[in-house]
């Protein structure tokens, strides 16, 4: 019986309502994968999308054996993402904004952290040496730097990006990482309307307590029109799940 070849990278999209996006985004991601040596998986996993997200990605699974098509009651982002990493089958896996805001072609950084220096977590970061920041409105770009000096004071200091859409991991380690928090899950109760988390910060808290290595990576990313994003909204839930991941580990509630 001929041996089969072990998956090398899981890449997870999680997609809500994006029938104007997710076409492109596979599109730029089938052009850069075909031309890896590796054996790889791309999982989109939407998060009850009522608009043609779904029959996009049907289309392209017609023809790209690759893709996998992940289909869950509309949760929110968080679950969509953890929900995907579950099905990874992967040695590493990494999760992308279906923005692409972080360029798909920035993941050989992201790889070399991990495989060649042994790092367990490799996350993009917007700040420091290296990284770059395309077309960013000012406010965006102050209130971020605010909300991450929130976190390195409450809950991860020295991390300077907690919330760059672009994470890859040893896939053994993020399926460890999210049998320990709280906040989301898979099984979470189905919603109306969107839902804005820094669920991020959560796993990152507890790939440290587990004692898993994490290499911040240096990227360029650019400001995609049309983003889910809103800046006030988005601050305040945010900053409540800081808290609560603050409130969970004085309750001793993380390994």
């Known amino acids: 019986m001929k041996k089969s070849i072990p998956v090398y990278l899981s890449i997870v999209i999680p997609a809500y309502n994006e029938e104007k996006r997710i076409e492109l985004c596979l599109k730029k991601i089938y052009e850069f994968m075909k031309n890896q040596n590796y054996l790889y998986e791309v999982i989109v996993s939407d998060d009850g999308s009522k608009d043609q997200t779904k029959e996009i990605v049907r289309r392209y699974k017609e023809h790209w054996l690759n893709l996998v098509l992940l289909e869950n009651v509309h949760k929110g982002k968080a679950p969509a993402i953890i929900s995907g990493i579950y099905r990874a089958i ?47 409105p000012v406010l965006r770009h102050l209130m971020g730097r605010v909300f991450n000096t929130l976190v390195q004071i409450v809950l991860l200091p020295g991390v300077n990006d907690t919330q760059c859409g672009f994470k890859l991991f ?64 988005d601050s305040y839930y945010n900053a409540k799940d800081v808290f609560r991941v603050k409130l969970n580990s004085l309750l001793r509630q993380y390994p």
Do not use: C
Not at 113 to 127: C, F, K, L, P, Q
Not at 171 to 189: G, M
């Open 90 to 136: 992967g040695k590493y896996t990494i999760f992308t904004d279906v923005d692409l805001s972080v360029p798909i072609d920035e993941l050989p950084k992201m790889l070399n952290w991990v495989e060649n220096y042994g790092y367990d977590v490799s996350i993009a970061t917007r700040e420091g040496v290296g990284a770059k920041r395309i077309g960013e």
């Open 170 to 233: 040893k896939t053994e380690a993020v399926q460890k990482i999210f049998k320990y928090t709280k906040l989301y899950s898979p099984n979470d109760k189905e919603i109306t309307g969107g839902k804005v988390s820094a669920f991020d910060v959560e796993i990152l808290f507890v790939a440290k307590k587990l004692g898993y290595t994490i290499k911040e990576v240096p990227v360029t990313w650019y400001y995609v029109d049309g983003s889910k994003v809103h800046n006030l909204k």
